[in-house]
Nanobody
């Protein structure tokens, strides 16, 4: 069973950028779906971006509509570290950001499909 540790959360101004990291340990995550979620108190946890296990040397990515064009999710070649580059951040995107993982190839942004979670990293965006 792999474990996940997020880092990189910070307080920033609106329109600024931030890069989050999710490091895995305890095994190879190369065959895992990995994803970023965020949680605002009082709201449902929301899927942000996901990456598939590597196929033909590429980790494919998927995004929530609200972040397309501004966020980019990547993984290291070995698949064991995932990043989330967030640009043009908005105050309403202040949240605890979590990474999650599960074995498999059909990756989604459904929280129910993920069985391994990190402890989260806080992102605060002020106007």
């Amino acid at each position: 069973q792999i474990t996940l540790v997020e880092s990189g959360g910070a307080a920033v101004q609106a329109e600024e950028s931030l890069k989050l990291s999710c490091a895995t340990s305890g095994g190879s995550a190369e065959t895992y779906c990995m994803a970023w979620f965020r949680h605002i108190p009082g709201k449902e946890r929301e899927g942000v971006a996901t990456t598939t296990p590597r196929s033909r040397r590429v980790f494919a990515a998927g995004y929530a509509d609200s972040v397309k064009g501004r966020f980019a999710v990547t993984r290291t070649n070995g698949g064991n570290t995932m990043y989330l580059q967030m640009n043009a951040l908005k105050p309403e995107e202040s949240a605890m950001y979590y990474c999650a993982a599960r074995p498999g190839t059909h990756c989604s942004l459904d929280t129910k499909e993920y069985d391994t979670w990190g402890q989260g990293t806080q992102v605060t965006v002020s106007s």
